[in-house]
């Protein structure tokens, strides 16, 4: 019997109701496929910023690189500036762990409406991999002459070969895996260098995947397709930016925020990776006890299936699929209905 010891931040807003919902859910599943998982919480976030100074201990990735995985609720905070609590907890673990790969899958579920006319349930089923160490998120930039009205701000962004290779890699695997379509976002009538450069990369990768047909497409045009005919999309890659972005709208087409999980991957053993909903620490609803907590119950699935663990991967994201595909199961009111969190999962567990 395997014994799997995970990291759990529940962090800010409504991260902690979402990560304890979810957890009760995993461990019975867990418990069902004869594995045990041992979670191990850390309180870091915005309230030890305010307390301490900082959203981590100075020694925290050491801490968390001795688990199988990490499982990340929410960031986030109204009385502190965002880009300080992304960049005190969320971006240091992505990059101190090597997590290139971020992989957000789009799914619109059996009894979920899409506010898009005409789509239903199983129509839309996309994933999309974001780069998720460097590009625009590279912490490259600085400040000048505060308080003239010369004030300047430099942010540059990175774009290495090695970098942009092993995502584009990552995505023809994924298109290979599914027998579709691989489609490259970037900006490269306007960004002359860094996105030529990523057309450059996917067209030499391309090359060992001569079976798998490319799409290249401007990200203004995919934030436009990606409402218009959402149901062409099979894998799409992007930078960090781009991803981060159309995933949002992908959130949106597939019904809701709070149906959106990803993982943050490194392959191989070096490092864990780390598992989290798409959706923000909601400060608007903090306290009401109606955060959708299957966005983390999928976010789990997908750590399951990155142990290893595929039968229990499975079962957990059919067990919210089945939950979806009921009309007279509760839903929180992101989906219309007047469900709180609680019996959200205390369904999914019967
Ligand atoms: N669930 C983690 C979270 O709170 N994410 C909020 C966020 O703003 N993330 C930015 C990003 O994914 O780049």
Known sequence: MSDYSIAVIPGDGIGPAVTSASEETVAAVADRFGFSVETTAFDWGTER??????????DGLDRLAEFDAVFLGA??????????????????????????ICKRPNV??????SPLRGYEGGD????????NTEGEYADIGGREHAGFDHETAVQSALFTWRGTERIVR????????????????TKSN??????????DVVAEVGEEYPEVSVERILVDAAAMDLIRRPDEFDVLVASNLFGDVLTDVGAQVTGSMGLAPSGNIHPGEAYPSMFEPVHGSAPDIVGEGVANPLAAVLSWSMLFEDLGEDDA???????????LADASAPRTPDLGGDAGTEAVVADLRD
């Open 49 to 58: 910023y305010l307390d301490r100074g900082a959203m981590m201990p100075d």
């Open 75 to 100: 960031v986030g905070h109204p009385d502190v500036p965002d880009h300080v609590t992304l960049h005190g907890l969320l971006l240091p673990i992505r990059k101190g762990f090597d997590q290139y």
């Open 108 to 113: 619109l579920f059996d009894g979920i409406e």
């Open 124 to 131: 839309i089923d996309f994933v999309v991999y974001r780069e």
């Open 170 to 185: 990552a995505a023809f695997e994924a298109a290979t895996e599914r027998a579709g379509t691989l489609t490259s976002v």
């Open 190 to 199: 306007a960004q002359a260098h860094s996105m030529v450069f990523w057309d």
């Open 313 to 323: 991967a499975a079962a957990l994201w059919n067990a919210v699929a089945d939950q």
